[in-house]
């Protein structure tokens, strides 16, 4: 007879939003999760400074202060939290999942990834030192903060278009500034974007760094043309830099379903994947919305979809050899 191991029910890879709600929900259901939270614990919020655009929140709050309250309420019911990042897995369609730090192994019946997205950054100086005090990848979370101030955008595809109008309705003056001539962005949002009669567009630029005023907040944007290297200083209050987001996917990457960018796909209206017993959650799987309270939704639904599985599905021979019984054939539960 081989040692026992113990088989968790319930394994949840990432600490932002939708992992926190999903810890939460698996808890609740006595599931006991156990949550891989990473060392950069908090997802994208933990860099945000005030958040209003969160429901049951009227005064606002702020970012890491919000994040500290999700994953107090879902250890009030339970979860386990472990403060590092996952080396490696194992996925299986159906079987027991193995979820690898370093050499530590730990089992799952099934697996929830919410390792969220990253906005994909210039590089530039400035950058990450005037996060929060003027520069932001968030115009739906923090365009509200610039009424009738400069903004700059930074992009050309979709997502700086749409940024660009969202932003165009708080602030005075809006400029759009893209490495080309021409626009990634589709025609129609193109268009949309031309005819808000407060921004404007100005290319071939790139942003080179981003200065600081005197009050210690963004003061302008050091701009080159990219074909003649002619550099100037664009004044703004505001820059947003929307030039696409990066999911953490890459430790599931060869062994599960993603699209061209990435991203995890899950089946329509649903937290599943390909592979049964592992759900994908929040960021990593929607390019589209990026928001907290839509992370936490679907941190809720890969939850639910966790619960289902465990209850319809019958323990495999690999889990019963695992916890130290012999290797048996298990009949199906029978339908009703």
Avoid at 26 to 32: K, M, V
């Amino acid at each position: 007879m081989t040692d026992q191991k113990k088989i968790e029910n319930v394994i949840i890879i990432g600490g932002g939003p939708a992992g926190y709600t999903a810890a939460l929900y698996t808890a609740r259901a006595n599931l006991e999760p156990l949550v891989f939270e990473g060392f950069q614990w908090g997802g994208q919020l933990q860099n945000t400074t005030d958040v209003e655009n969160y429901p049951g929140y009227p005064e606002g709050i702020m970012g890491p202060e919000m994040m500290n309250q999700f994953r107090a309420q879902a250890e009030r019911f339970g979860t386990r939290f472990v403060t590092d990042d996952v080396d490696r897995v194992e996925l299986s369609d159906g079987d027991v999942q193995k979820v690898y730090l370093g050499d530590e192994e730990h089992l799952a019946k099934a697996v929830i990834l919410a390792m969220g997205a990253e906005p994909r950054r210039l590089g530039v100086p400035g950058e990450m030192e005037l996060g929060g005090r003027g520069v932001s990848t968030c115009g739906v979370c923090d365009g509200a903060f610039f009424k009738d101030q400069k903004v700059i955008v930074i992009g050309g595809g979709d997502s700086a278009m749409e940024d660009a109008i969202f932003i165009s309705k708080y602030a005075s003056e809006l400029t759009v500034v893209n490495r080309r001539d021409e626009f990634r962005a589709s025609k129609i949002m193109h268009g949309r974007a031309g005819d808000q009669p407060n921004i404007d567009f100005k290319t071939p630029f790139v942003a080179e760094e981003f200065v600081a005023g005197d009050d210690g907040k963004l003061g302008h944007v050091r701009l080159r043309n990219a074909e003649t290297d002619e550099k100037e200083d664009l004044v703004a209050d505001g820059a947003f830099i929307a030039i696409g987001h990066i999911p953490k996917s890459e430790i599931v990457a060869d062994q599960i379903d993603t699209d061209e960018d990435g991203y995890i796909v899950a089946q329509p209206g649903s937290t599943r994947t390909n592979l049964a017993g592992v759900f994908a959650v929040g960021d990593v799987v929607d390019h589209t919305y990026r928001q907290a309270v839509t992370a936490a939704g679907t941190g809720c639904m890969g939850a639910l979809d966790a619960e289902w599985f465990l209850r319809d599905t019958p323990p495999s021979p690999e889990a019963h050899w695992m916890r130290g019984g012999e290797p048996t054939e298990i009949a199906p539960t029978p339908s009703a």
